[in-house]
């Protein structure tokens, strides 16, 4: 018999047919959901540039003039804090001949267009323009930045591209009410680690929420005892989920909390909670941190993940919070560090035109759960 070939030439619709079909027959998913070109476009058109996207934390904007420029699938953005001290977000590109007004992080007065210095205020209003004087009909007050919709939960940032569509909590408001109880806006992002995998986008919260490979990959870290079948899957709407399960502290290998647990969380010390929010953000609590999860897309075959590794504002006072948040930090990277390697791999092996899809576990549902709604908004043509 011949070896399947997997073409990088079929239809979009073609590839999420063969895979939901797949899915609904108990097997994984085709590899081209993973290596089409195509099927990325149609996911930058139709999520990426129609839904909510994570973008940071609100405490990394303390000041009036703080701004960050973002990129989302190609799409430059400016989130910056104005001076009433709003966080407000809009299109990095020059209402002039569309230049990048700015450029990585820092904190400024005002936006400087670096071709022809054309400046705009925090608000991405336009305040002046040199040599204009013989532009006919040229109103400065009638000239900005484009604004991008922001809004801001738990002292988590979201911007959306699209101009219109419903808000964040009106799209995602079932989830985050269940996640309202960590009280994030009560935390603060005390370390932050960024790490870029080879693998499409979509492998990492799969990987996150794939319970078959814990006691494998992660056999000499966390999960020793570890047991994957206790976790308990609750779907909500939007693809979203949420589960509870039982797993010690991600402080280091002994698992035995270096600060002890967060005042609000109820349960004991191996309580432990998920959640896939958006397409591209999941939480991952214990009872004496709580991490969340940064997806970015960078190509098909690469993306980012950023870590926030989140903990009670009051602890950054203490004597010893330094050296026991990175422990943490350290800790949580080796883990990721684990998954890395051998997503590399899996993305290499995927991609063979050898590789049939195989039989799925019960323990990879959370993991078919959140790609088939990404699917299903893909071949439904509407993130909303
Ligand atoms: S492109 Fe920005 S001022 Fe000309
Ligand atoms: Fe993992």
Redesign the pocket.
């Known amino acids: 018999m011949a070896t399947p070939i997997v073409s990088t030439q079929r239809k979009p619709q073609d590839i999420i047919a063969e895979a939901l079909s797949l899915s609904l027959k108990g097997r994984q998913f085709p590899g081209t959901i993973y290596t089409s070109a195509e099927l990325y476009e149609l996911e930058k058109e139709r999520i990426f540039r129609k839904d909510w996207q994570i973008v940071g934390r609100t405490e990394h904007y303390p000041n009036a003039g703080d701004y960050k420029v973002h990129r989302i699938v190609g799409e430059s953005v400016i989130v910056c804090r104005n001076e009433a001290g709003e966080l407000n977000a809009f299109r990095n590109v020059?209402a002039?001949?569309?230049?990048e007004?700015a450029n990585g992080e820092g904190n400024t007065k005002a936006f400087r267009?670096p071709?022809?210095?054309?400046v705009y205020g925090l608000d991405g209003g336009l305040k002046r323009v040199t040599n204009a004087e013989d532009i006919q009909g040229f109103e400065i007050a009638n000239c900005r930045l484009a604004p991008v919709r922001l809004q801001t939960w738990g002292g988590f940032v979201f911007i959306n591209l699209a101009k219109e569509g419903p808000g964040l909590l009106e799209k995602y408001g079932d989830i985050l009410g269940k996640c309202d109880f960590l009280r994030t806006g009560e935390m603060r992002a005390a370390r932050v680690s960024v790490l870029e995998p080879q693998c499409n986008w979509k492998l990492i919260n799969e990987n996150v929420f794939d319970l078959y490979h814990l006691n494998v990959v992660h056999a000499n870290s966390f999960a020793r005892d570890f047991n994957p079948r206790d976790f308990k899957l609750y779907p909500l709407s939007g693809g979203s989920f949420y589960g509870a399960y039982r797993s010690r502290s991600l402080c280091n290998a002994a698992g035995k909390s270096l600060f002890g647990s967060i005042p609000w969380l109820e349960g004991d010390e191996s309580s432990a909670f998920a959640a896939q929010v958006l397409p591209t953000f999941s939480i991952l609590v214990r009872h004496d941190a709580v991490y969340a999860l940064m997806v970015e897309p960078l190509g098909v075959e690469r993306c980012r993940l950023t870590i926030y590794t989140l903990f009670p504002q009051d602890w950054l006072d203490r004597k010893d919070f330094d050296a026991n948040a990175n422990q943490y930090n350290d800790f949580i990277r080796l883990i990721f560090a684990e998954d890395i390697d051998m997503l590399a791999a899996l993305q290499t092996g995927i991609s063979s035109e050898a590789y049939v899809p195989g039989p799925a576990t019960e323990l990879e549902a959370p993991v078919h759960y959140l790609t088939k709604d990404i699917l299903q908004r893909l071949a439904e043509g509407s993130a909303a």
């Open positions: 020059c002039h001949r569309g230049a007004v267009c071709y022809h210095a054309w």
